[in-house]
């Protein structure tokens, strides 16, 4: 079946045709008229104009340092929309200028400052068919002309021209609000509406991220050592490229093992908005974008001080935000600077009723509850029932202390403590974070300007885990007291549980410190090129502490000390031993982990020649870094230290065209008739060669409202640095021999890194159409299939799969001479990462974004879904493909049939508000109940809700802090929707469901003002 005929189905036919009869009935309504109502009260001129823009549908750009400070009279009626204009800019010193496109250009009456053509102020631009500003990526904005341009065009009476824009997935300008490539934009005002406290929080929340990453399993070591990440379509952890301002970042030191960088590193505070483009491509920015691309802008151009402070709570944690953003902007210079700080407290699993107890068999699953509790069980070795008992186990019984007798047994034979160990651990772990973020432009002259930007931060992270303990059950004795011990009542050797309940449980303590900087110059030259050259450098650090853990080896010595004085007694409900005793049986272990990146790179763009049917534009460049990676461990009584010190060369080139192949359109902003626009990159590596990509795009206007766009790319991911140059390890272990009847002979393991690894590919195709209209200019429509495919998926093959194909793995393994014939044992086995597995996914993304403006305030509704009809995965030899849409699975490759969002915005004078509803569709639990059924989970909608408030209208205390303060309060989960139980790992993670919200509602506040 092909990918795209989803609307050959009868339910897509129904719906397509469902859209069209409301998009043309629209059309017909609006297409006539001529004035528009208006009811602006009196406001900043900011408001006032970004309200003018959703009423009227016009498109209005203006920098925002244009008109700080400025504010506009009140405008209430049915006006033209450039009668109402002209009212709203009376007495203001500005004034309005249609550019061809149709846009509408405020300006001063005055002479403007010179800005460069690749870097000015940043400019807002409210789009008539998207109620929010039209966001730009790279942390690049269209320029305004020149003072001596705009005495050029006054003398000429030449029409202001629209500049064009770079959004993610292109370095080439565009007019058009919409292209090739389906980029989502989330601003500010999203971000905070949200309600989310961190970066990664947020990202879950998007419906083109397939399957959320929990902050529970932040502290899971397969995807790093406290770290978060994005994955986008829910493809593996380390295809999604994450840039900032539109370059790269380092692989986290502490992440390595998943070769990604660690998004807890960026303070959401200083994030200005995220664009997503939710299609592998790497024939633009390289490495690692099979899923596709997250490009986090960074907040820019402040104009005075602002203060941000934000206190959100839900039952059993808390978390508190600050920011202080300063900036100036002069003829020259512009400066802004931004701190931030953030504090979580625990959210630990006693704290939740799923998680506190482990015993599940009321869900229909395990009794995962263990027998190291405190007090603890003893056990015969033989199962034989103990001495003075009548059954072969029995508990200690609570509130035993002392010495003790085998008359404390006898009421307790045949029974046994169980506790809930899963509770001790983090469901939220305890973080502090402080952040910096500055930027630099300096207006060397008319055409040239210098840059630099910093970002910085540090952060602790404690992730409590379940306790150390002495562990066994029936059957299994992992430590035994012998009869030696002055403790022991049974006057022979026994089995034993126990609990260290008087020792700290164990945690991992995590300090990071990171940094990012940029330093580069931009600028024009010759009519229409525009340049830009950086050097880029970033790092991080981790510090890791784990424990205490316990050395069993001493722990084992104690128990079969004779000694009183030495000699554990883990027959009480209490302290085993002396403090000294106890704390002489753990350790800490140390290790460092660092990641950084260091490089230039240098792009040119502008016009290569002149068609008939336009000028085509170009992009064409280079870049060169160097990625490292660090780590070590520390001897500790268990093991020896450790040590890997790796880095890398890469270098690459790059070029782009965009070809308007045939022109029609009377306004450059609608684009052209058709479009094609095409990329190319080869990245040369010092370890595994190169790697060349290609990327296409066509874009298709039969109509002014209709846009019709395909895209074809190739992607590529670079064997991480972890994965070519692990240090090699060995141990004893067990396999079973496939010749040899299945016999478990004992071998030992080689595991290490694989210097052979190749890059892992992708392709990635997308079909799609927009429908915006200026009819209708507050309504748009867009709706995309998409197809990725990941091949030569590394991933770490398991011993046991290796001596099942030893035709796929010659050589990993090794065997003693033969026997009579027979094959020999197998003596050892190197296992380690391998270029093997394929995944696809195929689906339909679709958006409905409207606004309409009435008496009582303008709204904004909006739906955002992707359906995702197929995940399908082959990851072991012989084993046909899987689909994995709405199966959830131990490995994580899956992702939900159904996730999306449905949204409704108001805004009316001081007042605004936002309702969002979250839905992922129904799928399938991971791992099979004990009566060997699947549980049904998904199918919920998380409800999230947010009122923001001005303390005073602008114009009423210009000179006061509250003249530009708010008041902003919110929810999100508002009906304390509660996980539902998952039998993952049949139980033993935690019991709940992943994709689910186990804070629970969760309640905030913030304040903000600016002066």
Request: charged share 15%; hydrophobic share 35%.
């Amino acid at each position: 079946m092909s990918q795209f005929n989803v609307l050959s189905r009868p339910l897509g036919r129904i719906a397509l045709a469902s859209v069209l009869s409301i998009v043309l009935g629209s059309t017909a309504a609006f297409a006539q008229a001529r004035t528009f109502h208006f009811d602006i009260p009196e406001r900043t001129l900011s408001q006032a104009l970004r309200e003018f823009g959703r009423v009227s549908g016009q498109e209005i750009i203006f920098t925002e340092d244009l008109v700080v400070g400025v504010h506009a009279a009140p405008l209430r009626g049915d006006f033209t929309a450039d009668s109402a204009l002209e009212r709203l800019l009376k007495g203001t010193g500005l004034s309005a200028e249609r550019s061809a496109s149709g846009a509408l250009m405020i300006r001063r009456q005055t002479k403007a400052r010179a800005a460069t053509e690749s870097n000015p102020l940043p400019t807002a631009r409210v789009a008539p068919a998207d109620p929010q500003p039209t966001l730009l990526a790279q942390n690049e904005t269209p320029s305004g002309p020149s003072p001596s341009d705009q005495q050029k065009q006054a003398r000429e009476k030449k029409p202001l021209q629209l500049e064009e824009v770079v959004v993610t997935g292109s370095r080439i300008p565009s007019m058009a609000r919409d292209g090739a490539q389906d980029v989502r934009i989330y601003d500010r005002n999203t971000i905070d509406q949200s309600g989310q406290s961190t970066l990664g929080d947020f990202l879950n929340t998007l419906p083109e991220v397939g399957r959320q990453t929990t902050q529970a399993e932040y502290g899971n070591t397969a995807v790093g050592h406290g770290a978060a990440t994005v994955q986008l379509r829910g493809l593996p952890a380390g295809t999604t490229l994450v840039l900032v301002n539109g370059r790269r970042l380092e692989t986290s030191g502490s992440a390595a093992l998943a070769d990604v960088f660690d998004l807890s590193n960026i303070p959401l505070g200083a994030v200005d908005r995220i664009e997503v483009l939710p299609t592998g491509s790497s024939a633009v920015y390289g490495s690692d974008a099979i899923g596709g691309i997250v490009n986090i802008i960074m907040k820019k151009d402040f104009r005075g001080t602002s203060v941000t402070a934000g206190y959100g709570a839900a039952a059993g944690t808390n978390s508190a935000n600050l920011s202080i953003a300063w900036g100036g902007q002069w003829d020259n210079l512009s400066i802004s600077l931004l701190g931030s700080f953030e504090k979580q407290s625990e959210l630990e699993g006693f704290d939740r009723s799923l998680t506190a107890n482990n015993d599940y068999r009321k869900f229909g699953g395990i009794d995962a509850q263990t027998f190291g509790c405190n007090p603890g069980n003893v056990y015969t070795l033989d199962g034989g029932n103990l001495p003075g008992t009548t059954a072969p186990y029995a508990a200690v019984p609570h509130g035993f202390s002392g010495r003790p007798s085998q008359q404390e047994f006898a009421a307790t034979a045949g029974t046994l403590n169980e506790c809930s160990s899963l509770g001790y651990g983090s469901l939220i772990p305890p973080s502090q974070r402080e952040g910096v973020y500055g930027q630099v432009e300096y207006q060397l002259v008319p055409k040239l300007a210098l840059f630099t930007e910093f970002l910085g931060s540090h952060s602790k992270q404690e992730n409590g885990l379940s306790p150390f303990d002495l562990f066994g059950e029936p059957g299994f004795q992992q430590f035994t007291v012998p009869a030696t011990n002055p403790y022991n009542p049974f006057g022979q050797d026994v089995g034993i549980s126990y609990h260290f309940a008087d020792v700290a449980r164990d945690r991992q303590d995590l300090s990071t410190n990171f940094y990012r900087v940029v330093a580069g110059a931009r600028g024009t030259w010759a009519s229409d090129w525009s340049y830009e050259l950086a050097g880029w450098a970033a790092h991080d650090s981790t510090n890791l502490t784990s424990g205490p853990q316990l050395n069993s080896a001493a722990a084992q010595a104690a128990l079969d000390s004779a000694d009183p004085a030495t000699a554990l007694n883990p027959f009480v409900d209490g302290p085993a031993g002396s403090g000294a005793l106890q704390n002489s049986l753990f350790f800490a272990s140390k290790a460092q982990f660092a990641g950084s990146t260091a490089g230039f790179d240098a792009t040119l763009r502008g016009t290569a020649f002149d068609l008939p049917s336009g000028p085509i534009k170009v992009g064409i460049g280079g870049e060169h870094h160097r990625d490292s990676f660090y780590s070590s461990a520390s001897p500790t009584p268990v093991q020896p230290s450790s040590l890997q010190d790796s880095h890398r060369e890469q270098t690459a080139g790059f070029g782009e065209a965009r070809i308007p192949l045939w022109a029609g359109h009377s306004t450059r902003d609608a684009g052209d008739l058709l479009d094609v626009t095409l990329a190319g990159r080869y990245d040369n590596y010092s370890d595994f060669g190169g790697k060349f990509t290609s990327q296409e795009g066509l874009e298709v206007r039969p109509v002014d409202p209709i846009l019709l766009r395909a895209t074809y790319g190739e992607a590529f991911k670079a064997p991480p640095l972890y994965n070519l140059y692990y240090p090699t390890i060995s141990f004893p272990s067990f396999v079973t021999d496939p010749l040899l009847n299945n016999r478990l002979e004992p071998v030992t393991l080689h595991f290490g890194g694989n210097a052979q690894l190749k890059p892992e590919t992708g392709t990635a195709k997308t079909l799609g159409i927009v429908y915006t209209s200026k009819a209708v200019p507050t309504l748009r429509i867009a709706a995309t299939l998409f197809s990725v495919r990941e091949t030569n998926y590394i991933q770490l093959v398991s011993p046991q799969v290796v001596v099942n194909n030893p035709a796929l793995f010659a050589g990993s393994f090794t065997r003693a001479p033969s026997v009579g014939g027979q094959p020999g044992p197998i003596t050892s086995v190197n296992y380690t990462y391998q270029n093997f597995g394929e995944i696809d996914v195929k689906g339909v993304d679709s958006e409905f974004d409207y606004s309409i403006a009435s008496h009582w305030g303008t709204w904004s509704p909006s739906i955002r879904a992707t359906y995702t009809y197929d995940y399908s995965a082959a990851l072991l030899p012989g084993r046909p493909k899987v689909n994995f849409v709405s199966v959830e699975n131990d490995n994580a490759t899956w992702a939900p049939r159904w996730k999306g969002t449905l949204s409704l915005r108001w805004l009316l004078e001081r007042w605004s508000a936002a309702i969002d509803g979250r839905y992922i569709g129904r799928y399938r639990d991971a791992d099979p109940l004990p009566a060997g059924n699947y549980l049904s989970l998904g199918n919920f909608w998380y409800w999230d809700a947010n009122v923001r408030y001005a303390l005073r209208d602008e114009s009423e205390a210009r000179h006061t802090l509250l003249a530009h303060a708010y008041l902003s309060v919110g929810a999100v989960n508002v009906f304390d929707s509660k996980p539902q139980f998952s039998n993952q790992f049949q139980g033993f993670t935690g019991g709940y469901d992943a994709q689910a919200d186990i804070r629970g509602r969760f309640l905030y506040v913030q304040l903000s003002t600016r002066f």
